[in-house]
Structure formats: C-alpha cells, structure tokens
C-alpha cells in the first residue's frame, strides 16, 4: 500500500486566496480556487482518466488514486503494483507558465518502481500547493526534502506511460503526444543521446528536483490509436 | 587481441539439424570485405549527431577492433547473428551469416554490456559450440563480468540494418534499455497496445541481463519507421 502519510499535511483551506499573486500579467500567475483543480463531482470520470494513461491490459489491474480535497486517495485497489494518477499543473517546473493551469491534467501509469519512488513527490508538491505556499517555498521546501533524502530519488527501472489522448499540457501544447519517460537519478543527458537532432529522446530535469526525465514518443494512444509524431 | 582459431571455427556445429542454419558458416561470410562500408554501417545505428563523436568498431578474423576512436563515450558496432538468444525462436539466426545488427552503445552501456559482444564473439571465432560459448560465458559471468550500470541504454536505429531473413529485414527502428533480470510485467511489456517489448536476448540464458525494446518511430536517417504503428 502505498503512503499517502507524506499528503497528509494540513489544509489551510482558508489560505487560499493567499496563495497568490507573484506575476499578474503571467497567465495563471496564482493558485485558482481548489474547486476547478478537482473533478471530485465526477468520481468516476478521474478513474477513468488516469485509466487512459496506459493500456487497459495493465490498467484492468492497476491501484487508482484520485485527488479530492485532502489529498490524493485510493480509488481503486489493484494487485499489480502500477499505480495511476491524473497529476495537476504543480508538478511542471516553477517557471513553467502553466504552473497553476486548472485544466492541465497529466494521467500518469506508474510502474511499480515508480510508484514507490515517484509518488513521494506527487504528494509532497500536492500538499505543497494545499497549503497555499508560494513558488518560492515550494521549491525550498522541495529542495530541503531532497537534500535530506527525506523525498527518494528514483528506483532502478522506474517508468511511467503516458499515453492519454486525454492528457492536457495546457494551450501551447494540447494533448502533446503519448510518450513513456524514465526516471534516474541526474545524470549528464548526453549519456542518453537526449536532445541531439535526430534522437528519440529528450531530456526533462526540474530544479530543485535531483532526477533525470528521459522521454520518449510513443506511436500510439493507449486505445491503440496511432500518434502522429515528428522528427526532432 | 582475440585468437581465432580458423580451423576449428567450422566444428562449431550446432545442434539443431532442423534449423535452417545449423551451424556455423566459413568465416569469411560474417565479416564484411569493406571496412569503410562496415563502419558507416555500425553508425547508422544512431542520429549522425551521436554516431560522429562514437567510437566505431570493425570485425576482423581476431574480433572486434577499434577503426575509428571517438570523444563522446558511445561505441558503434555492428553485431552479428551469435548475440541472438541460444534457445527458443530468436536462435533460428545464431548463425545466420546474414545478420546485420548495427548497434551504438551509450557509455553506461559500452562498459557494462558490450563486454558480453567481445566474449560472445571471442568464442564463436575460436571455432566453440554453442553449448561451449554458454559455459564460457556462465565462467565469464562469475569471474569478469562487470556490474550493470544504471542507465545503459543503446540506439537501433539503422534503415540497414539487417535482423531477420523475413520480409521486413530491418525489422524496426528503435532503442533498447538494460536492466538486472526482472519479471517483463514490471515494464508492461508486451500487453495489448503497450509500446514496451521485452527482447528475448538475454534473459539469464545465460547473460543475467534483461532488455527492454521501444519504438524509436524513425530512421538514423530522420525518415519515417513505416513499420513502426502496430
């Protein structure tokens, strides 16, 4: 099972309209109302989002967690260690301008490693966000929790599909396309290849964060559709 | 320098009378008479951006050497039909003198998995059976082998490449990641719709290695993997 101990920070429901206000020319320069993060009146219609992150083949038996007003919950109780969850815009790096875009929705299938090393920190920027810190905490408080290796830094092996026609990255770039990403401890990107034309991978690293995203196209939605993806 | 041992390299005999390569072919048949053709082959296996900067090595009749030394840590090399599995269907092209398989190896990779290419390959050239070559690898195992490093990984990208007599020789463009043994589950591969494949390669028969496949959705070249949608 996983723990949801990390989420259970308090909620300062009344902060919120704290949690505001560093750039208001940025587009969703500050945290909007709680409401129009969560989809809690359609229950079922989260289950079924971050159920489109993968295959239905290993979605079928996949934990499935939802978030509501005190965090994220266990929706659906698996047997085979994946775990899916629709991530919310606090998880794109602090400068990113969708920070606190409402709509970005991220269905993530985690595998098993991933969900024991990747989730810790889902929760932790969740409860960061929940308690209506500004960027600027958020991120020292995220670096401090690295640093004293109170947040783990990715297991050998752990991935995550995204293959979600459903996945919203915001205006620029829409569903984007599916992809599959790799997480490593950081690394230099060129042992990848990442980023060099012609090269199937890219490469993500989000400050404070100490961890390498490697991504990867995929050809095909998780219904099987195909994807349209062009060359670097 | 390996040691080839030329006249006993056709006594590697296979066990498999049915297989349509039983054992293995002269020599002369794995090695490619164009050193500059064989190093732009191993190349191709990566965007010319990574390849350029690679380490490029070349089979002779003593093994692999190094044709061209480079800066960026991968190694280009052009395997042959000896790395395929020993058992099972993927070993219907151990000793296909055909297989092309061009490969670039990142750093992580070249230290850590490439070692079993030499050994693999030092044996088949000393003329030893398939069943020789897996005891010596199993002894290499124990005494030589390198620990896996985090993050290996190698591109398979190349239009040329040559893997299979069927229709489709080039078979795909993709990556491949190495990983300790581990239940192919762990990865979804292999399940309706997931673009994971788990390579039957390795396996712990007997490399106690696993490598996991993934579309690349295009060429070295930057042209479209027709094949790719599936």
């Not at chain 1, 970005?104 to 920190?121: G, M, Y």
Request: with cysteine; hydrophobic share 40%.
């Amino acid at each position: 099972m996983i723990a949801l101990g990390v989420f259970a920070l308090v909620i300062v429901l009344g902060e919120w309209g704290q949690a505001l206000a560093q750039d208001p020319k940025a587009p969703c320069a500050t945290m909007a109302p709680l409401d129009q993060y969560l989809l809690m009146v359609d229950r079922d219609a989260e289950i079924a989002m971050a159920r489109s992150a993968a295959p239905e083949a290993i979605s079928r038996d996949a934990d499935v967690l939802v978030l509501g007003r005190h965090g994220y919950e266990t929706a659906v109780k698996g047997k085979n260690g994946f775990v899916y969850v629709v991530e919310r815009s606090w998880m794109l790096p602090y400068d990113d301008p969708e920070f606190w875009n409402p709509k970005v929705r991220f269905p993530l299938c985690l595998n098993p490693p991933a969900a024991r090393s990747h989730l810790p920190l889902t929760f932790n920027q969740t409860a960061l966000a929940f308690s209506a810190m500004s960027k600027t905490q958020m991120f020292d408080r995220t670096k401090t929790a690295f640093d004293k290796s109170e947040l783990p830094v990715p297991e050998p092996g752990s991935m995550c599909y995204m293959l979600s026609k459903q996945q919203n990255f915001g205006p620029k770039y829409g569903n984007a396309d599916p992809h599959l990403m790799f997480w490593f401890p950081q690394k230099d990107h060129k042992n990848w290849g990442a980023d060099f034309p012609g090269s199937p991978v890219d490469v993500h690293q989000y400050s404070p964060q100490p961890i390498a995203e490697f991504v990867i196209s995929a050809s095909k939605w998780s219904d099987g559709t195909a994807a349209h993806t062009n060359v670097h | 320098m390996l040691v080839v041992v030329l006249s006993t390299a056709w006594q590697a005999q296979a066990q498999d009378a049915n297989a349509q390569y039983p054992s293995m072919a002269p020599l002369d048949q794995y090695l490619m008479t164009d050193r500059n053709a064989e190093i732009a082959l191993a190349r191709s296996a990566a965007p010319e951006a990574i390849s350029r900067d690679a380490d490029v090595l070349v089979l002779g009749r003593h093994g692999y050497e190094t044709a061209v030394k480079g800066k960026n840590g991968f190694v280009c090399v052009v395997e042959r039909g000896w790395m395929s599995p020993f058992d099972g269907d993927g070993a219907v092209n151990f000793w296909n003198p055909k297989i092309r398989g061009p490969i670039c190896f990142n750093p992580p990779a070249a230290r850590s998995i490439l070692p079993m290419t030499y050994k693999r390959t030092e044996m088949v050239l000393a003329g030893q059976s398939k069943a020789q070559i897996i005891d010596g690898i199993k002894t290499f195992i124990k005494q030589g082998l390198r620990p896996l490093e985090p993050g290996a990984m190698s591109y398979m990208m190349s239009k040329e490449q040559y893997l299979t007599d069927d229709d489709h020789h080039n078979w795909m463009a993709h990556l491949m990641f190495y990983t300790p043994l581990m239940d192919g589950v762990v990865w979804g591969a292999d399940l309706s719709n997931s673009p994971v494949m788990l390579n039957p390669q390795f396996r712990g028969a007997p490399e106690p290695i696993d490598v996991f496949m993934v579309p690349a959705g295009w060429w070295s070249d930057g042209t479209a993997d027709p094949v790719r949608v599936r």
